[in-house]
């Protein structure tokens, strides 16, 4: 595991990025695992200034996203689908026919869950997973629980995650009550993940989960088992590794 800490988030978002656009240049019909969120907006942001300076082009790149809400319209601004759009694949070359999100509105959830799972295999192996992290050590919308599921699934969230994201919302009614996730095993056979994490009010939760014991109630404890595991931190976040 290799941890850096930032004390500037502009050079953490440009480290983020380098280290995406540095695969993609080497191999640039790379798979990504793409995460969503406040955290790496700041990164998505950086890629796109690489993109349009011609550093680096994802025309051959494939991507998988984490999760996305259930119920929630995929032009509604707060769906993952509208997000990514927003913040990454209105701006670089990615063909549409290389992006994969699952369908939080399919008329048979399950049944989706099982598609994005064959859609998964077909690519084989995500080469760079990027993670967000939950204040309750999610990784994906994978929520602590007495065990994890391996693949895609229907996940109900927990009140404490509705509450955190209920800052993107008018209220938390608003924010879904499930969402479609891929699970912790597609997640570790990732070749290598990257695990960005900022705030102080996550200092705590991300330094239980690199060094606490490994357990299913703070799921990013597994990230520990992971052989490629980088990990980036802002200053607040990283308080406890100094
Ligand atoms: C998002 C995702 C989540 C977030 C996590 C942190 O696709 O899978 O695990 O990464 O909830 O969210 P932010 O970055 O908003 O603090």
């Known amino acids: 595991m290799n941890i ?31 995460a969503t969120g406040g955290t790496p907006v700041g990164i998505y942001e950086e890629l796109v200034k690489a993109y349009k300076k011609g550093r680096v082009s994802f025309k051959k790149s494939t991507t998988f996203n984490l999760d996305e809400y259930v119920g929630l319209p995929e032009d509604h601004v707060e769906s ?44 084989k192996q995500i080469d760079l997973q990027i993670l967000g992290l939950g204040h309750n050590g999610h990784i994906g919308f994978n929520e602590p ?6 693949g895609t699934h229907l996940v109900e969230l927990k009140q404490e995650t509705r509450e955190a994201n209920a800052r993107f919302f ?60 980088v990990v980036l931190l802002d200053a607040a976040a990283g308080r406890y590794f100094k």
Not at 145 to 150: K, P
Not at 193 to 216: F, N
């Open 145 to 150: 629980d007495h065990s994890l599921v391996s």
């Open 4 to 34: 850096h800490t930032f004390e500037n988030e502009q050079e953490l978002n440009e480290a983020g990025a380098g280290i995406i656009t540095g695969l993609v240049q080497m191999q640039p019909g790379a798979v990504l695992g793409l």
């Open 170 to 229: 008018a209220s938390i009614d608003e924010v879904p009550t499930h969402a479609l996730t891929m699970g912790v095993g597609t997640i570790l056979k990732a070749k290598s993940i990257l695990l960005v994490v900022r705030g102080e009010d996550k200092a705590e939760i991300v330094h239980r989960a690199l060094t606490g014991p490994i357990q299913t109630e703070i799921p990013a404890t597994l990230l520990q088992t992971h052989p490629h595991l």
């Open 80 to 123: 993952y689908h509208a997000y990514m759009k927003q913040h990454l694949f209105d701006h670089i070359d990615i063909p549409a026919g290389q992006i994969h999100i699952p369908d939080g509105n399919a008329p048979d959830l399950i049944e989706e869950c099982k598609r994005y799972n064959k859609e998964l295999e077909k690519a």
